[in-house]
């Protein structure tokens, strides 16, 4: 999506891309020997709705090819500031709509009034967050951009601001005060260094995955995809990849990430729309699960 007459924030339904101003620079992808098969380097941002409507793919293909794949999670900065105005955008108010819309197009609960009420004005501070967290656990880290996305997406919180950030990552088990102090610390440099990786690698836009294997083959997918794409991507660069089985129960469902949306649920159960969503209200009327609820759409968390 160019970024010369359209906003980042401004994410294209059709491409399925959130755009940031980048270079025409297309470098290589060097990969360490790794146990497994393929690499799977995805660039993102906190506050990406196609990397959020991207969720149920992502979700499906780490229980169908974790034995396979590592994935590898760099910041690309989508929202520096404000201080530009493109795309008939000049202020976050611009963007609720916006975000209401693609809620919709994606089927995942994107609620636009977090930037009519209490608006980032920029994505850098969770960005830098979530390379302070890496410093911990690469597996807390993973929960604890999943607990940002929830907080902005759903219960319209601004995620810039360290209260935010420091909820979400107690709730994931994460050090605060280490957080704290790698936040304002060696993670921004390592947020620097995500940058200057996007840049190389001529990544324009959000989600942009590269699949790599261990001699350095490489398939890129750009913009949000059916799931198909994804597997397609991981089988050409290992054609002897093999696909695990999951339980696709609710419970071990629900195991395995602790929060799904009706639409994630659909996608790793194989159940229809339809029947995903009563069943998830059913669970939840039993109290078995809680059910969140925005104008565009819930959540299902195991309690």
């Not at 693609?102 to 995942?108: L, Q």
């Not at 967290?133 to 604890?144: D, H």
């Not at 107690?170 to 993670?187: I, P, R, W």
């Amino acid at each position: 999506m160019s970024t010369q007459t359209t906003n980042p924030l401004l994410c294209d339904p059709d491409t399925g891309v959130c755009g940031v101003p980048g270079s025409e620079e297309n470098g290589s992808v060097t990969v360490d020997t790794t146990e497994k098969s393929v690499k799977v380097i995805y660039f993102t941002d906190p506050i990406c709705s196609s990397c959020w409507g991207i969720e149920p793919q992502l979700r499906k293909m780490k229980l169908e090819y974790g034995k396979e794949i590592e994935v590898e999670y760099h910041m690309g900065g989508l929202l520096p500031d404000w201080s530009y105005n493109s795309g008939g955008i000049s202020k976050p108010s611009d963007v609720a709509h916006h975000w209401d819309e693609v809620s919709g197009y994606y089927d995942m609960p994107i609620d636009g009034d977090v930037w009519l009420q209490d608006p980032l004005d920029s994505s850098y501070p969770p960005s830098i967050a979530f390379k302070a967290a890496q410093l911990q656990s690469e597996e807390k880290a993973i929960l604890f951009m999943r607990e940002l996305r929830e907080l902005v997406f759903l219960k319209k919180k601004n995620i810039a601001k360290w209260e935010n950030m420091a909820l979400a990552a107690e709730k994931v088990g994460l050090d605060v005060s280490q957080l704290k102090s790698d936040f304002e610390g060696k993670a921004k440099t390592l947020f620097e260094n995500d940058l200057k990786m996007a840049r190389e690698l001529g990544v324009r836009g959000f989600p942009t995955i590269f699949f790599v294997n261990n001699k350095g083959e490489k398939q890129m997918i750009y913009g949000s995809k059916p799931y198909p794409f994804y597997e397609t991507a991981i089988l050409t660069v290992n054609p002897k990849a093999e696909k695990s089985e999951f339980a696709k129960d609710w419970e071990s469902l629900f195991k395995k990430y602790s929060s799904l949306t009706a639409k994630e649920f659909t996608e790793l159960s194989g159940n229809g729309r339809k029947e995903s969503e009563k069943m998830l209200n059913e669970l939840a009327s039993q109290g078995k699960l809680e059910k969140t609820t925005t104008k565009n759409g819930s959540l299902w968390t195991k309690k």
